[in-house]
């Protein structure tokens, strides 16, 4: 017993030592400069320690711009994409003809390049010398009014964000819950419809019970993308995201180290820190609450 204990510690040497060296190592590092005092990268020095760093992200309006902006972009996106991705699963699943044909078409967007999709996004909400953009086309036919989405007000800017967003995300929550669906037991379903059991009582009781460890795996990991996010924000209204009040955490992130406003490495990774500590906690709460509505 102890000879094959020891082999699996020698077999796992390999993955721990590179968690180490690039997770593990770089956490640390991070989480002791987000407490060096005016940290200079060049001369590797600083001038105290303390809670400063984290006193002047927390007061800077930019930083609370980016955590709004992030917070809302979560809320708003992951239910609406998980939502509408499972929607659209269980319809692909019904189908039987081109079904593979259907499946192809939605999963497109996710091997499109970020940045070739915003362009996209801009031709159709953008306005333009020549025309308001397709989609201020489409509501002046309805009577409304033309909105700048890229560079107007916040709420339209923050919609394109959300939209843009969601459609990224989509094709691979798509993937994951029509295999997911794929893999329950037809019994069930046989059961139930020898029982004369409702469709909408065989989707809550059989169907979202099953696969249950799926959605719970993509919410989770679309609450640590959504808190991600920075370049989608970037693919439609530039690299100056302060400036057009779309800025993310990891966007400010970006810019304390190399943007406009650069060179301050502590103020970066206090920044970095309280998103850590942020993600964190949201996904121990999602663990719990997964305790009581996922069945393994």
């Known amino acids: 017993?102890?000879?094959?204990?020891?082999?699996?510690?020698?077999?796992?040497?390999?993955?721990?030592?590179?968690?180490?060296v690039f997770m593990v190592y770089p956490l640390v590092d991070v989480f002791i400069y987000s407490f060096e005092e005016g940290y200079n990268s060049a001369s590797q020095t600083y001038s105290g320690v303390g809670m400063y760093n984290y006193n002047y992200v927390l007061r800077d309006p930019y930083f609370l711009q980016a955590v709004k902006n992030t917070f809302i972009l979560v809320i708003i996106t992951v239910p609406l994409s998980t939502g509408i991705a499972l929607l659209i699963s269980v319809g692909l699943s019904s189908i039987q003809k081109l079904k593979n044909l259907f499946q192809t078409v939605y999963f497109l967007p996710y091997v499109?390049?970020?940045?070739a999709v915003g362009l996209v996004f801009m031709i159709l909400f953008k306005p333009t010398a020549y025309s308001d953009g397709l989609v201020n086309l489409l509501i002046n036919?309805?009577?409304?009014?033309?909105?700048?989405?890229?560079?107007?007000?916040?709420?339209?800017?923050?919609?394109?964000?959300?939209?843009?967003?969601?459609?990224?995300?989509m094709p691979f929550k798509i993937l994951i819950l029509t295999s997911a669906l794929a893999s329950v037991n037809q019994d069930y379903y046989n059961a139930a419809k020898i029982d004369g059991t409702p469709k909408w009582r065989i989707f809550t009781k059989i169907t979202l019970p099953m696969i249950s460890p799926m959605l719970f795996y993509l919410v989770i990991t679309g609450f640590i993308g959504a808190f991600k996010a920075y370049s989608d924000a970037v693919a439609l209204f530039g690299t100056n995201l302060n400036a057009a009040g779309m800025n993310t955490i990891v966007g400010y992130v970006y810019d304390m180290l190399y943007g406009d406003s650069g060179g301050y490495p502590s103020f970066a990774s206090a920044a970095a820190i309280i998103l850590f500590a942020i993600v964190l906690t949201i996904t121990v709460i999602n663990l719990l609450i997964s305790k009581k509505h996922v069945h393994y």
């Open 141 to 169: 036919l309805f009577g409304g009014p033309s909105v700048d989405f890229i560079d107007g007000p916040y709420w339209a800017k923050m919609f394109v964000l959300c939209f843009y967003t969601i459609w990224v995300v």
């Open 1 to 20: 017993m102890e000879n094959r204990n020891a082999r699996a510690w020698l077999y796992l040497i390999p993955a721990i030592l590179f968690l180490a």
């Open 112 to 115: 499109t390049n970020t940045l």
